[in-house]
């Protein structure tokens, strides 16, 4: 709070009379920016009984004059251009003290208007006065901010996550509360950015959730060429909407690369810095792609991680240097968190792998086709089966992968599963998400192959890079979860189609999940690239990853940095633990 | 000479009978219901009983056994077929014990009693609701959201179990894992006395091409691909077959069937 109290002062004492206050005496300076520094503790009784008195009559004006500020702002804006050529955006610093209404005392109001007071007001003033203004000018400013919208970009305060945040719903599952939704079509509206309607009739207990369609995508409401979108966000968001590009790691090493190129064709407007623009100018992509298809929770963390890295690029940094920066920075949490994730995952899942195994794969997961294709490399003898389901039937590209390899595959849907099981050695299941109280979240019916394998007393491993980790807390199934296309339910057998009036049938609701947890007692491991923990572990992996992120930001300040790879620190924390 | 030619028109039925059992089976044939197979079994059954020359009880029991074997052996999965058969078997000697009189008395009875039985299935047939759910993303739908869950079956074994359609395992475990009642809608021509050991006539697989399409190109010649038609559901994860336990089957099974005419 003191910092953030002495930015202002810092910026009232350039804009607001700038030239008096800099062509004033240093040690008059000094004294004054010390006083108001010191400004709770040093006011008198009759100071504060004024500073009542004016916070009264502010409160009143405030009432009463809503658009009359606008004009008097605009009013004062004029005289004020001389004394300093305001950048846009701190326009509203300079109208805040003009709009600070009549109580601030008359020794404020001549000084607006008159551009360059003779320096003999100043004498005229006593510190008193000249304190109580200052404070007036406080209050004024946080009403005001308080008041209008966020659109002017504030000065930011180093930001103290050391507090606790409060955590509230996400927006994308309180799709059935009115007020959320207005507020989401408000924040759309203003990021130019078009608002994607509900798609067919929702099953009650997924009414919070949206449902789309594909065939009706975000970007046919938008304009070509999309001044406010980059379009190679605009690409990637239809290949997310249309199906194109699948899968958790799949999704985030494509939202990386495609700010890759957002960062190459980035250049820093004038008198702004790259740290803060450039976070701002990708809020309204990121609404985008999450109009498209939901975020998933690697892509959420990617997107913390780029975020984080772009605001602590130091300012003195030149474009072209914070530029290649932030592309190293990116490249170099592709290749930690998947590349070499996927390498250490293989290495402790291949002990697993003895010869004679029979391998049961549920859909395609990237992470498992690696550790399998890596396995068979390594001339270990296995058969595998494969596990498919309706509508997306991801099962076929798993099979087409393994058997281009030379493995020697069995493919069922996944109501043999009780058929197959018999016969299997060990389950391997990838991973969405893993939920912090221990619940593995990944695609629909991998529940189910848990719940079934744990009673044929098979062992299930999961296999999950730690960059999923998120800090979900979920049970079930409905709370957050996404809703597919309903129409792809519907099948065609020998030319009828048998659900293809189901709009009509007012009682027929059809439900596509996409998502399911799994609780953790159907898990037998959890093979991450830190190692082989039990499901339960999850929590500890998650503390001791935050009080890694967490801790930089008073470190920073200090000039600290951590050079060293997140994972091996938290690999040499967990073997401290 | 109308005897032969009944004769041999019965014999025509029978074997129009058992080549659409042979087609029905394979699924390019039109798929019949259970009831409308046990319908028709009881039809061909009457008339064997009215048309064939039989002059004891045990003489028709002979043909009609002779005749059932035959059916049985064209469609083993179809176990309705098998259970019309014992049923009127049991029908012919609970008539053979109540009634001491004549051939030709016992003729009609025996036509009686079996009209009764067609007309009791009928009934049975319109009044039992057969419903299947989908079962995908079941499982944790029943967590909060069910209070029942009711499947149909092809068949009730034995033992209490079932051999149901493909998945219904994966709901049963489902609905046990969030304790909610099984329930299991049958009709009693279901019923059948077999038990679940016989590994190799249990199962019945249809063409793949459902699975994996052929034009899935060369990859099919690489991939064992297996589309099992039933699925065994043991008698513990069951709460009720139509209104009796698991347990009590074994009971309704000998109020059904002669315990001799279990293997045909």
Redesign the interface.
């Known amino acids: 709070r003191d910092s953030s109290v002495n930015v202002v002062q810092l910026l009232l004492a350039r804009l607001d009379n700038g030239v008096v206050w800099l062509h004033s005496d240093g040690p008059e300076k000094k004294y004054e920016i010390r006083r108001a520094k010191n400004d709770g503790k040093e006011l008198t009784k009759e100071e504060k009984q004024r500073l009542r008195k004016e916070k009264k009559q502010q409160k009143k004006q405030k009432d009463e004059k809503g658009t009359s500020e606008r004009a008097k702002e605009k009013k004062h804006v004029a005289p004020s251009q001389p004394v300093a050529t305001q950048p846009p955006t701190q326009k509203a610093h300079t109208v805040l003290p003009a709009s600070a209404p009549i109580p601030v005392p008359a020794s404020g109001a001549p000084s607006h208007s008159s551009p360059a007071p003779s320096p003999a007001d100043k004498p005229a003033k006593s510190r008193a006065e000249l304190k109580a203004e200052r404070r007036a000018r406080q209050e004024a400013d946080r009403a005001s901010k308080q008041q209008s919208c966020s659109s002017s970009s504030k000065t930011k305060a180093p930001p103290s996550e050391l507090n606790p945040v409060v955590k509230r719903l996400p927006e994308h599952v309180q799709v059935d509360d009115p007020a959320v939704v207005k507020r989401l079509a408000k924040k759309l509206e203003r990021q130019q950015i078009p608002l994607r309607s509900d798609y067919g009739y929702k099953v009650s207990l997924f009414s919070h959730l949206h449902q789309y369609s594909r065939k009706a995508p975000l970007t046919q409401q938008l304009s070509i060429p999309s001044t406010v979108i980059h379009p190679s966000i605009v690409r990637l968001g239809l290949q997310y909407s249309q199906g194109i590009v699948v899968g958790s790691n799949a999704r985030s090493v494509a939202l990386l690369h495609a700010f890759k190129q957002v960062i190459r064709d980035y250049t820093t407007p004038p008198n702004e810095e790259l740290a803060r623009d450039l976070v701002n100018k990708l809020k309204p992509y990121i609404s985008f792609l999450n109009q498209c298809r939901p975020l998933s929770a690697s892509m959420g963390n990617a997107i913390k991680y780029i975020k984080k890295e772009i605001s602590n690029i130091p300012s003195q940094f030149k474009e072209e240097e914070a530029k290649t920066k932030l592309l190293t920075c990116i490249d170099r949490y592709i290749n930690e968190n998947v590349v070499l994730a996927a390498k250490a995952i293989s290495k402790y899942a291949i002990e697993k792998i003895s010869d004679g195994d029979v391998i049961l794969v549920y859909g395609c997961s990237s992470l498992v086709n690696h550790i399998l294709c890596e396995a068979y490399d390594k001339s270990r003898k296995f058969r595998v089966i494969i596990v498919d389901s309706r509508p997306r039937l991801e099962g076929r590209e798993a099979l087409r992968r393994l058997v281009k390899q030379g493995i020697s595959c069995t493919y069922v849907l996944i109501s043999a599963l009780s058929y197959v099981l018999p016969e299997v050695s060990k389950v391997f299941l990838g991973a969405h998400a893993l939920l912090a109280n221990g619940y593995v979240m990944s695609r629909v019916g991998t529940s189910q192959i848990a719940l079934v394998a744990r009673t044929f007393n098979v062992p299930v491993l999961v296999c999950c890079e730690t960059y999923k980790f998120c800090e979900r807390v979920q049970t079930d199934s409905f709370v957050s979860n996404e809703l597919d296309d309903p129409d792809d339910l519907m099948v065609t057998r020998k030319g009828k189609t048998q659900l293809e009036n189901w709009h009509d049938v007012s009682s027929l609701g059809l439900l596509n999940l996409v998502y399911d947890v799994t609780p953790p007692d159907f898990v037998d491991l959890v093979i991450t690239d830190l190692g082989m923990i039990p499901c339960t572990s999850v929590p500890v992996v998650l503390r001791v990853k935050n009080l890694d992120h967490s801790m930089p930001v008073w470190m920073l300040e200090r000039g600290f940095r951590h050079k060293v790879s997140p994972c091996l620190i938290l690999h040499a924390m967990l073997h401290r633990l | 000479m109308p005897g032969a030619d009944k004769e041999t028109e019965l014999k025509g039925r029978i074997e129009d009978f058992l080549a659409d059992l042979k087609r029905g089976g394979s699924g390019t044939g039109a798929l019949r219901g259970s009831g409308e197979m046990a319908r028709e079994t009881t039809y061909l059954l009457r008339r064997i009983t009215a048309q064939a020359r039989w002059s004891s009880a045990g003489d028709l029991m002979e043909i009609i056994r002779h005749e059932g074997r035959r059916i049985t052996a064209a469609q083993p999965s179809e176990t309705t077929v098998g259970n019309m058969v014992r049923r009127v078997l049991k029908i012919i000697r609970e008539e053979y014990a109540s009634t001491a009189s004549g051939t030709s008395a016992k003729q009609n009875m025996v036509d009686h009693v079996i009209d009764g039985l067609v007309e009791d299935l009928s009934v049975q047939i319109k009044s039992n609701q057969i419903l299947f759910v989908t ?7 029943m ?3 069910l209070s029942k869950v009711i499947i149909g079956t092809q068949t009730v074994l034995a033992n209490g179990g079932l051999r149901a359609v ?2 219904t ?2 709901v049963a ?2 609905a046990r ?1 969030h304790s909610t009642p099984l329930i299991v809608c049958a009709p009693m021509f279901k019923l059948s006395p077999q038990f679940p050991n016989e590994e190799d006539t249990f ?1 019945k697989f249809v063409s793949p091409h459902e ?2 399409p052929f034009t ?1 190109g060369e ?1 099919l010649s ?7 038609v039933f ?2 559901v043991p008698p513990e994860l069951i709460s009720n077959i139509g209104g009796n336990a698991p347990s009590y089957i074994y009971r309704l099974m000998s109020e059904l069937y002669h315990p001799e005419d279990h293997k045909l």
């Open positions: 079962y995908t993303w079941l499982g944790h739908e967590a909060t959201g493909n998945g395992h994966s475990l489902a894992h199962h699975v994996l899935a990859i690489k991939v064992n691909v297996h589309c099992p699925d065994y």
